[in-house]
């Protein structure tokens, strides 16, 4: 039920891209994207519903391919402040009765 | 305040005692979520409350750790007999939304270490 996170590590010098992949065994209503900084609580990104757009703000967006349940979190052009570690979260359906279950996360680091 | 509470920051117990760590969620949000976080390590889920009930309580490691939420608002989690492997970060997280459909968000967490 835990999606699965890829890669779990990747730095980055200043100004490059980075894709981050979250894949589940599950279908899925919900995929959300949240980044934690040490010492800190994660903070919400963005959410991609089915049946729904794709999602972005800034240099930071996101897709979800509901048949092939995955979902890809793209951040362009990254900045120091990009470093933290992405989780994604997976919810199966609407009806209430599903948890959000996150995967066990992706380490960015961004070095001038 | 207007974000998820969470009581203690910082608890330190010897193995064997019990321990309660307590989440105030932001006013009106139906879903309340409990999450463990290990040193590096992910967020493993534990127990999801939609209202004062407990839909999915499938996270929970053993039966010495359990969850109540009342009112529809302020929850705890109480670890019984507590062991070194339980040393962790609790989170919990709210959201207005049910069932993983919006935003979360979370609280600074309940550190735990068992010494």
């Known amino acids: 039920q835990q999606p699965v996170q890829s890669p779990q590590a990747v730095i980055l010098r200043e100004g490059e891209d980075a894709v981050i992949n979250c894949s589940s065994s599950k279908a899925l209503y919900s995929v959300h994207w949240y980044r934690q900084k040490h010492g800190e609580a994660p903070v919400f990104l963005m959410i991609l519903l089915k049946g729904g757009e794709q999602k972005g703000h800034d240099k930071i967006s996101a897709s979800f391919n509901e048949k092939k349940q995955q979902s890809s979190l793209y951040l362009t052009a990254s900045q120091l402040s990009y470093s933290g570690t992405y989780f994604c979260g997976t919810g199966q359906s609407n009806s209430g009765n599903t948890p959000l279950v996150f995967g066990k996360g992706t380490r960015l680091s961004v070095i001038a | 305040g207007a974000g998820v509470s969470q009581s203690p920051s910082n608890k330190v117990t010897e193995k064997g005692k019990d321990v309660e760590l307590r989440c105030d969620p932001i006013s009106g949000h139906t879903a309340l979520y409990w999450y463990r976080q290990s040193l590096g390590q992910g967020l493993e889920f534990l127990i999801y409350?939609?209202?004062?009930?407990?839909?999915?309580k499938s996270g929970l490691p053993s039966d010495r750790f359990s969850a109540e939420r009342t009112g529809g608002s302020v929850s705890t989690l109480t670890i019984q007999r507590t062991q070194q492997e339980d040393s962790a970060v609790y989170l919990c997280?709210?959201?207005?939304?049910?069932?993983?459909?919006?935003?979360?968000?979370f609280g600074e967490g309940s550190r735990l270490t068992v010494l």
């Open positions: 997280a709210s959201s207005f939304w049910s069932g993983g459909t919006g935003e979360l968000f």
């Open positions: 409350f939609q209202g004062n009930s407990a839909p999915d």
